[in-house]
Structure formats: structure tokens, C-alpha cells
């Protein structure tokens, strides 16, 4: 006669298969992040090699337009014969952004060179629905540089410092180009608030320590944050990014913000306004900080900004 289990052992084994599985879970949940990890890598090492080729084909220049073009939504779902989804001012005439050719969509740009929509999406980050369906744009994946590119708008065009080629970088492979961001198309670019704005208007890397802060780090309330990295700025603990010479690579939080200077370094005196997102976060492409000299102090060397050497 088979003797059957009693309850003390069948307790015993439950207890074992609940340790394993606190053991095993977060082992896997990482082994996971590892993986996709590794794909934003490989993501993002094709889009700056495809930015390469096109500043092969466009004289050393990186985009910097703006405009409408008929059919060229990145959501081919929002390319519907006849209409030219741009404000009017841009020679638009259907509601939404999906054939503007500024910033926000600057994956048109790189795009004939890899013919890979979804390579622009970041693994771990999800994609804004909103933003995708309404305007065929990718917000909450990887963003571009815009102190290295420039960039147009209605109000000017902005130029960078350099002079927006790759060429003038000093230090092209650890200068970065691209980065994966939560809250915006590209990473601003600073000038002093003036008025009117010049144009065209020069822009400066936004190489300030306390910016980037409140995007990787916790917010502790108002604009303060903690030590510890946020997971929605950086679910990896750190970030993927995109160097000026195509290569890419991961960076912890606090290696980048190591190699960025503090605003006291960069601008001393200057005051950084709003407008504010969540957690004092920009919504802009442009940064007008006040007080401060008009130039940022560009003789610090802060290769990561393409500052110094």
C-alpha cells in the first residue's frame, strides 16, 4: 500500500518552491532587463550610424528645418491621400503634427538609411499612444541632442555653437548625440533669454548638472531630488546613449551626471526659468536661462557636452 504525504511534508515543499521562487523571480525580472537592455543598445548603435550616413550625404550637416511634407509620418496609419497634417503656418491642412519635418520628428531624417520604424523605440520605455496615433510621433524612447544639431522653429532657427556639424565637435566618440528620454523629443538647447530673439540664434549644450537631476533622480518635492534614480528616467538605472561618431553605449546615472558640469561651473550666476514640466523638467527645445553671461564658460572640459577636449 503506497503511503501518501502527509501535511507537514507537503507544507515543506510549498515553503521550498516559495523560497526558490523569491530567490529565482527578481533573478529572472533582471535577466530580463539585462535583454532589453542590450536591444536599446543595438537600437540605438543603428540610429547613430544612420545619422552618420545622412550627414555623409548632407555636407557634414546634422537636420536642422522645419517645414510639411505630404506622406512622411512616421504612423502610416496617418498618411491619407490629400492630407498634410501640419499647422497652417506650415503649409498644413489637416489637424495634428504627422508631416511636420522639425525636432519632434527627427527620425525622418535618419530613417531612409535603416527603413526601420520600431528601431527608434526604446524596449523598456512605452511608447506615448497619444503622441503616436494623433501625430505619428515618438515620444518616451530615445531623443536627440539638439545643442549639437540645432533645430528651426517659428520663432528662429537655432544654430549650435559649433556650427551643427559633426566635424566641428572636438571630441566626437564621447560626445553624445542621442539619449533615451522620457519626457521629450531632444534635449534642449540653452541661450540667454533675450528679446526679441535673434535669428538666427546661437545655442549652447544644456550642460547643467541640476537639470539633469530632476530628470534621473527621484523627486524629493518642489525641485529637490534624492539619490536615488528614478525608474521612469531611467529604468536601467542608467541611460542608452548615442555617440557623435555612431558608436553607443550604457551609462549609469551618476557616471552622467559626474561628467556633467553644475551650472555654477557652466553659467555662473545664471538662473534656470520655466516653463516646467513634472518635476521641474523642461517642455521646451530651447532653455532661456537668466542672470549669468551670455556665452556659458566653454573652456571647461566636459567631453560628454563636447566642451574642451
Not at 531612409?112 to 524612447?141: C, T
Not at 561628467?259 to 532661456?288: D, F, K, Q, W
Request: aromatic share 10%; charged share 10%; proline share 8%.
Amino acid at each position: 500500500m503506497r503511503k501518501a504525504f502527509t501535511l507537514i511534508e507537503l507544507l515543506v515543499v510549498i515553503a521550498i518552491i516559495a523560497i526558490l521562487a523569491a530567490i529565482l523571480f527578481p533573478v529572472f525580472a533582471q535577466a530580463k532587463v539585462a535583454a532589453k537592455k542590450t536591444v536599446a543598445i543595438s537600437n540605438q548603435k543603428q540610429i547613430s550610424t544612420s545619422m552618420l550616413l545622412y550627414i555623409g550625404d548632407y555636407d557634414d550637416q546634422y537636420p536642422r528645418r522645419s517645414g510639411c511634407e505630404a506622406g512622411s509620418s512616421l504612423n502610416p496609419a496617418l498618411n491619407v491621400a490629400g492630407q498634410i497634417r501640419c499647422p497652417a503656418s506650415q503649409g498644413g491642412n489637416a489637424p495634428g503634427f504627422a508631416h511636420s519635418m522639425t525636432w519632434q520628428a527627427w527620425q525622418k531624417y535618419p530613417l531612409p538609411y535603416m527603413k526601420n520604424v520600431q528601431i527608434f523605440e526604446h524596449p523598456l520605455r512605452i511608447k506615448d499612444a497619444n503622441e503616436w496615433s494623433n501625430n505619428g510621433q515618438i515620444l518616451n524612447a530615445f531623443a536627440i541632442n539638439l545643442a549639437l544639431t540645432g533645430f528651426s522653429t517659428a520663432a528662429a532657427t537655432s544654430v549650435p555653437w559649433t556650427g551643427g556639424s559633426q566635424t566641428s565637435i572636438p571630441n566626437v566618440s564621447s560626445a553624445w548625440l542621442f539619449a533615451e528620454l522620457p519626457h521629450s523629443y531632444g534635449a534642449p538647447g540653452a541661450t540667454l533669454n533675450v528679446s526679441p530673439i535673434p535669428n538666427p540664434q546661437t545655442v549652447y549644450p544644456m550642460a547643467v548638472r541640476e537639470y539633469w537631476r530632476a530628470i534621473f533622480l527621484k523627486n524629493a518635492g518642489g525641485c529637490t531630488t534624492t539619490e536615488e534614480v528614478d525608474p521612469v528616467g531611467a529604468p536601467a538605472g542608467g541611460v542608452v546613449l548615442g555617440m557623435a561618431d555612431g558608436s553607443a553605449k550604457f551609462y549609469q546615472v551618476k557616471k552622467f551626471l559626474a561628467e556633467t558640469p553644475t551650472i555654477a561651473e557652466y553659467i555662473p550666476g545664471a538662473v534656470l526659468p520655466g516653463p516646467m514640466g513634472a518635476n521641474c523638467r523642461a517642455v521646451r527645445s530651447i532653455y532661456n536661462y537668466t542672470g549669468g553671461p551670455a556665452v556659458p564658460n566653454l573652456n571647461i572640459n566636459y567631453p560628454l557636452w563636447a566642451l574642451g577636449q
